[in-house]
């Protein structure tokens, strides 16, 4: 069984070809992916509203979460640690100015902020720019 069924089945998602394609994808990049990215590489295959729906379920499962990003799109990179429903992966992300990667530091916590009372805090994020080792 490949590592894309592996995750799949771990996530109780049935393995489809656009799952299989999209997260082999994924796993070959290890590194975060836009949406026109994706509809550019699976366009061959797949139709814009599938990939769209692909990313949905692989987002509420738990296999990707959504990325910071200068740029206007959403973009998504695998999950270490999450389960269906919660996003228990909060890690840093490196956007690389030279080449355009945007890498997950999973090393790298976000600092824990102090809210103001009656705020609730839903998600975290945290960018960091700068040149990634291969542009260094």
């Given at each position: 069984?490949?590592?894309?069924?592996?995750?799949?089945?771990?996530?109780?998602?049935?393995?489809?070809?656009?799952?299989?394609?999209?997260?082999?994808?994924?796993?070959?990049?290890?590194?975060?992916?836009?949406?026109?990215q994706l509809n550019t590489i699976l366009a061959d295959k797949y139709d814009r509203?599938?990939?769209?729906?692909?990313?949905?379920?692989?987002?509420?499962?738990?296999?990707?979460?959504?990325?910071?990003?200068?740029?206007?799109?959403?973009?998504?990179?695998?999950?270490?640690?999450?389960?269906?429903?919660?996003?228990?992966?909060?890690?840093?992300?490196?956007?690389?100015?030279?080449?355009?990667?945007?890498?997950?530091?999973?090393?790298?916590?976000?600092?824990?902020?102090?809210?103001?009372?009656?705020?609730?805090?839903?998600?975290?994020?945290?960018?960091?720019?700068?040149?990634?080792?291969?542009?260094?």
């Open positions: 069984m490949s590592r894309a069924e592996h995750l799949l089945k771990d996530h109780e998602l049935r393995s489809t070809p656009v799952r299989l394609d999209m997260l082999s994808y994924f796993l070959e990049e290890n590194r975060s992916l836009g949406v026109s509203a599938t990939v769209y729906r692909t990313l949905k379920s692989f987002t509420e499962s738990g296999i990707l979460h959504r990325v910071m990003d200068l740029q206007e799109e959403n973009s998504y990179a695998l999950c270490d640690s999450c389960k269906e429903g919660s996003h228990e992966d909060e890690h840093v992300h490196f956007l690389c100015t030279n080449c355009g990667k945007n890498q997950c530091l999973h090393d790298v916590s976000i600092p824990a902020v102090g809210l103001p009372s009656g705020y609730r805090l839903k998600d975290a994020n945290m960018l960091l720019e700068g040149l990634c080792p291969d542009c260094s």
